[in-house]
């Protein structure tokens, strides 16, 4: 896993992009350390959420384009679903990832902040699609994830004319979640990665699996992924843990996960 830190927090897991001298540009060989680490934190049961984020002043750049100019058709497809298959894993992973959002987030790295699941932007932070400025369309799941977060017209708009925003404006039209002052970023991030923490794990999994597979639904098929999630969530410690001490007014110390 030569580009990525993966440090731990509690149950907390800190994954760090780390190529800044490329600004964290996406190669064959970092997609492939993603996977790893993401294999890596699915068999550790003691992290329950992901904080993501990038090395000096860039989240990711996006793609490596020192590698892509070479590439034909087979090549750039080949590249593209490396790409679209690590970015799935982590907007299907059981456990809730954070992307904590440094600084250039561009093409490729605009689109692996959106496969997560909520972004946190620092106010240096930097948006954008443009792709069709190099001559070629978004790769790794932009036309579809970008659509789907801030609306067809807007993602019209900044696809179409490469524009980049700043975080503000990513802020203002639903692309990240808050923006806080460039020093509150990880704490602001591992503040929110510990409530996720604190929560039954079971029900938050869950929880997160039926908004993903929801949103590829019609609403009648959505609710019965709900309610099947919620009748497995009912046959839990955690629930009747959690009913027994609201139903008798005592604190619950916290959840068995069980």
Not at 65 to 88: C, P, T, W
Not at 102 to 124: Q, T
Not at 164 to 192: D, R, S
Not at 229 to 237: H, I, Q, R, Y
Request: some cysteine.
């Amino acid at each position: 896993m030569g580009f990525i830190k993966l440090e731990q927090q509690g149950h907390v897991g800190i994954m760090t992009i780390n190529r800044p001298e490329a600004l964290n540009a996406l190669n064959t060989e970092v997609l492939s350390d993603i996977k790893t680490t993401l294999d890596e934190i699915e068999a550790n049961n003691d992290i329950y959420v992901v904080v993501l984020t990038g090395e000096g002043r860039s989240f990711v750049a996006g793609a490596d384009i020192a590698q892509m100019r070479d590439f034909g058709a087979v090549e750039a497809k080949a590249f593209s679903d490396a790409g679209n298959s690590v970015f799935l894993r982590i907007e299907n992973f059981a456990k809730p990832v954070i992307a904590a959002i440094n600084g250039f987030a561009l093409g490729g790295g605009c689109e692996l902040a959106m496969a997560c699941d909520i972004r946190i932007a620092s106010e240096k932070a930097k948006f954008g699609q443009p792709e069709v400025g190099l001559g070629i369309t978004p790769g790794f799941g932009g036309t579809q994830r970008l659509p789907r977060i801030v609306g067809i017209g807007k993602a019209m708009e900044l696809i179409l004319s490469a524009k980049v925003i700043t975080a503000a404006e990513a802020k203002e039209i639903g692309l990240v979640n808050q923006v806080v002052a460039h020093e509150e970023l990880m704490p602001a991030a591992l503040t929110l990665a510990e409530t996720i923490a604190a929560q039954a794990q079971i029900a938050v999994r869950a929880s997160k699996q039926c908004i993903r597979r929801g949103m590829q639904a019609d609403i009648s098929t959505a609710a019965t992924y709900e309610a099947l999630a919620f009748g497995v969530c009912c046959d839990t410690e955690d629930q009747f843990d959690a009913m027994d001490a609201f139903v008798k007014k005592e604190k619950l110390s916290g959840f068995k996960n069980k």
